[in-house]
């Protein structure tokens, strides 16, 4: 217990730097541009300003890999979009794109809903909805307890939304210190930033809703995860999975690629050799927990012999599209 809380007070402190650094951080826009440097070739896909310096967002187009550094450590090139899609035509990430383009005309789980089909595992996603509700903690230590043997860390996607952000720091600090111990590989998914529900049909519900702003819903949420120590993935996981052609045509221009799920447990979806898997971590989903547990328990056995594997949801989407 001393060794986890040293290590969380860590983290807090860490945290602390990593917001200050950040917390000011201004001209947030869409900015594509080819960055090189002598080892690598990666796609800026933002660009802001923090403490008078100029930083970068990037991709790698292969991996699926994004860090944040400064730009003057690189040589760019400014691009548009459309110089994107054909000079990385070739790349898992152009090609992720396509094929959740292809997807589009779906009013819920547009996107890509599944990776790794020829391997024994699932590829886990964790939906953080805002929620009054603590953190389902139970989800990520099962996680750890059930793989810290064979797969350490233990690979999982989380869609985060800002509202949920805002309203739950102590249960952010607590994941970002399973990280810092090496008990969970987290990929951080953009969520939206308001995640409104209404009492409208789908189609005029969640980020289809009259009057929604999206570049509040996908950059200011962004930005929240950078001041709250987080790298943002190249990933988007649209709310209630519902989604129309238009909308998935513009989170794409923003650099993102739609994710689905071909099995949600709260909804009875059964899980196959490579699905991925969605549950609700934010309180609001007991059955879907209930039966990611039960899940854990009936492979447990496969899990053992590394019959039956979590998958990291970049490296999932890299073999899917390489």
Request: net charge neutral; aromatic share 10%.
């Amino acid at each position: 217990m001393l060794k986890l809380n040293a290590l969380f007070m860590f983290v807090l402190l860490n945290t602390c730097l990593y917001a200050q650094k950040f917390e000011s951080l201004s001209r947030y826009k869409v900015n594509y541009a080819l960055v090189k440097d002598a080892a690598a070739q990666w796609l800026a896909i933002r660009s802001f300003t923090a403490q008078g310096e100029k930083y970068l967002l990037m991709v790698h187009p292969q991996t699926l890999d994004t860090r944040i550094d400064l730009a003057n450590n690189y040589t760019t090139s400014s691009l548009k979009w459309s110089n994107v899609l054909a000079i990385f035509k070739n790349t898992a990430y152009v090609k992720a794109l396509e094929a959740a383009a292809a997807k589009d005309v779906q009013l819920q789980n547009a996107g890509i809903d599944h990776a790794f089909p020829n391997e024994k595992g699932i590829t886990l996603t964790i939906d953080l909805c805002p929620s009054h509700k603590a953190l389902e903690r139970i989800i990520f230590q099962s996680v750890f307890d059930e793989f810290k043997k064979i797969e350490q860390p233990a690979p999982l996607a989380i869609s985060v939304s800002g509202k949920w952000m805002l309203k739950h720091e102590d249960d952010l600090n607590w994941l970002k210190s399973l990280v810092a111990q090496k008990e969970l590989n987290i990929t951080w998914v953009n969520h939206s930033y308001n995640h409104e529900v209404n009492q409208l049909p789908l189609a005029e519900n969640f980020l289809l809703a009259p009057g929604t702003n999206l570049d509040v819903e996908v950059l200011e949420n962004e930005k929240l995860m950078l001041k709250n120590g987080l790298t943002p993935s190249v990933c988007f996981r649209f709310p209630g999975l519902v989604s129309d052609k238009a909308i998935v045509d513009k989170i794409e221009a923003y650099g993102l690629i739609p994710i689905g799920s071909d099995a949600w447990l709260a909804k009875g979806q059964q899980p196959n050799a490579g699905s991925i898997v969605l549950i609700l971590g934010n309180g609001n989903e007991e059955i879907g927990v209930k039966d990611f547990i039960q899940l854990l328990r009936t492979k447990q056995a496969d899990v053992n012999r590394k019959q039956w594997l979590l998958f990291d949801l970049r490296q999932g989407l890299e073999k899917e599209f390489e």
